[in-house]
């Protein structure tokens, strides 16, 4: 505890004894990279890092670890004369002009565990003029270690003249840490509740100089401590989250917007060779034929215009994912939407999970709307079975997903488990929002008169001719899932960064405009794809053209199972499991979108060339 603009020094919070059991599982909890997290006037606490890949700007991380690995060697002599071993010599030291060596003997290889159990806190508020008042726009935990700068600072100086260096400190523990071993101090007391003389409240610092880290190890007494210092900033309190959510990575993301306007335009140019050229050309001479020529001349995709609307096997499935489609892409529109309009604000916690669920939730008119109009067109009468399943079928098995995930964090005593009555209450929302809202657009859309087929669909079906192996659905089916992943990946990149490694996101502009590109891809894509297939007699393009732009979800998941094992470090089989579970669920509402997204683009495509067709 703490007031506004007084600074204090080095404050005792409480004393523990590892028992034996504490140990593994705090060596546990570093293993496994938790972090703590703390809000202060509703600003989360951060740590300042510096970016990866060499960059020179910093960033702010969700709350600070409970510890850290590192490597720990024991002082064996300090010798004013220089001993034969040279393996040994770590530091050479100058002292009142004599030449001190100190050999450096590692007692083990093993890595060891610390615990993180100083916090120093930098509280930054902006003073306003006016009233003299202050108020809070930022709350950092500033990593600091007497320590690591005084053996970094030893060993990178020059042999000469390098400095004095505390010898009592060096003949207990030399240690070889990272930047990241700096808030670890084993206090020191005679007895408890006399003054810690590891803190100096003169100089309200920690007394760096004869101050090892804390170790985790059973039966130790371990002290958390804190200590709070204040800085004015220019910053208002209306921009104080603009420190947490800025993005000084700006060129990466422009050069994916670039990289997806590149393919767009490379896929709009086929487009439009295409339909100006190929097609126009195709349609001009078939409506100029006699229709005593009219057979003869016949040829690609003319020929199948009795079949082109047949109806595909299993149309009730394809109508059900397609308004489970429809359903995922009005959410992501509209919270997309919201979120650059600035109503969804960092700062209400939660905002955008919930905003998400309920504009799901609320979609479900739209999503039995467009279900049930596509099946009533594909000759389907069951119109009871496809509302029951547009509704659960796809909420569903991501629902028992999810369930099975949360049940093994309930089981691990996780605090990110998602609680029962919140777990109640979201089932509830599904079955009283949702689902009548997909039974009242189911309703509506059988009672709209049914959409007629621009040409008529021939009684006996015609023979599909043996095609190519570049024409083979599979392959097909590959590579059209490649462009549309491709726009999306670096946004990807970061979203997965945002989540997985304790990174702020929240650059909605450039995520709108991803989202836009990929639209357009998966349209364009599936557009050609489809005529390929024509082009060849193949008029079984209703599942193909789903499953062209679907198939995305596929290199979706594989770039995230990549992503696990060179970006992350997680070993425990539960986590690893959440992980992949996580990244199903997204996989699988990925598949669904863009497959709607493409079957659309390509029933507009089919609908629009054939309807040009003067057939009697």
């Not at 000469?160 to 260096?165: F, K, S």
Request: net charge positive; proline share 4%.
């Amino acid at each position: 505890m703490f007031h506004m603009q007084e600074e204090l020094p080095c404050q005792v919070v409480c004393r523990i004894v590892l028992d034996a059991k504490s140990p593994k599982s705090f060596k546990d909890m570093i293993d496994d990279e938790y972090r703590v997290n703390m809000i202060l006037d509703n600003l989360p606490v951060a740590v300042l890092r510096r970016r990866l890949y060499g960059s020179q700007s910093t960033v702010y991380q969700h709350g600070f670890r409970v510890g850290f690995k590192g490597r720990y060697a024991g002082v064996s002599s300090i010798s004013k004369k220089k001993k034969k071993k040279k393996k040994k010599t770590l530091l050479v030291l100058s002292k009142t002009a004599r030449n001190l060596f100190v050999y450096l003997y590692p007692q083990s290889k093993d890595e060891l565990y610390f615990l993180n159990n100083h916090l120093s806190f930098r509280v930054i508020y902006h003073k306003n003029p006016d009233n003299n008042s202050a108020r809070i726009v930022g709350f950092e935990v500033t990593p600091h270690s007497g320590v690591t700068l005084m053996l970094f600072g030893i060993v990178l100086g020059p042999r000469r003249n390098a400095g004095v260096l505390n010898l009592s400190f060096l003949k207990k523990v030399c240690l070889n840490f990272n930047a990241n071993m700096s808030n670890s101090i084993k206090h020191e007391f005679t007895e408890w509740g006399s003054q810690i003389t590891t803190c100096n409240n003169d100089t309200k610092n920690i007394i760096r100089g004869s101050t090892i880290p804390q170790i985790v190890d059973t039966h130790t007494d371990v002290v958390y401590t804190y200590d709070v210092t204040f800085k004015e900033s220019d910053i208002e309190w209306a921009s104080r989250w603009d420190a947490y959510l800025l993005m000084n990575d700006d060129q990466l993301h422009w050069f994916s917007i670039k990289n997806s306007l590149i393919v767009v335009l490379f896929l709009s140019g086929m487009l439009a060779m295409i339909i100006m050229r190929t097609l126009h050309k195709d349609i001009s001479n078939f409506n100029q034929l006699d229709p005593q020529d009219e057979s003869e001349e016949e040829t690609g995709w003319k020929v199948v215009h009795g079949d082109v609307f047949r109806p595909p096997v299993n149309s009730r499935l394809l109508s059900v994912y397609v308004g489970a489609g429809v359903q995922i892409f009005g959410m992501t529109l509209t919270t997309l939407i919201f979120a650059l309009l600035g109503f969804l604000s960092p700062s209400n916690r939660g905002g955008l999970m919930t905003a998400m669920v309920l504009s799901w939730f609320f979609m479900g008119l739209i999503a039995g709307f467009s279900s049930a109009r596509l099946y009533k067109a594909l000759k389907g009468t069951e119109w009871k079975e496809n509302t029951y399943k547009t509704s659960f079928m796809f909420p569903g098995i991501s629902f028992a997903i999810f369930f099975v995930l949360d049940a093994l964090m309930w089981r691990q005593g996780s605090s990110g488990a998602v609680p029962f009555g919140t777990m109640f209450v979201l089932v509830c929302l599904w079955l009283g929002i949702s689902v009548p809202l997909v039974f009242v657009g189911s309703y509506l859309g059988f009672k709209k008169p049914v959409i007629e087929d621009p040409v008529k669909t021939n009684k006996i079906p015609r023979q599909v001719p043996k095609q190519p192996w570049y024409l083979k659905p599979i392959f097909l089916m590959l590579v059209g899932g490649i462009l549309p992943f491709w726009v999306i990946f670096i946004e990807f990149f970061f979203v997965l960064t945002s989540i997985w490694l304790n990174q702020f996101y929240y650059i909605v502009g450039y995520l709108f405009i991803a989202f836009v590109m990929l639209i357009i891809t998966c349209m364009e894509i599936t557009i050609i794809l489809c005529y390929f297939h024509l082009r060849g007699e193949d008029y079984n393009w209703w599942w193909r053209a789903y499953l062209t732009a679907g198939s995305s979800a596929l290199y979706l998941f594989l770039y995230s199972v990549f992503y696990f094992f060179i970006k992350l470090d997680i070993t425990k089989f539960v986590s690893c499991l959440l992980y992949f579970g996580y990244m199903l669920i997204a996989s699988y509402a990925f598949f669904v979108l863009t497959g709607t997204i493409g079957f659309y683009a390509c029933l507009w495509f089919v609908w629009e060339i054939y309807s040009s067709l003067k057939i009697d």
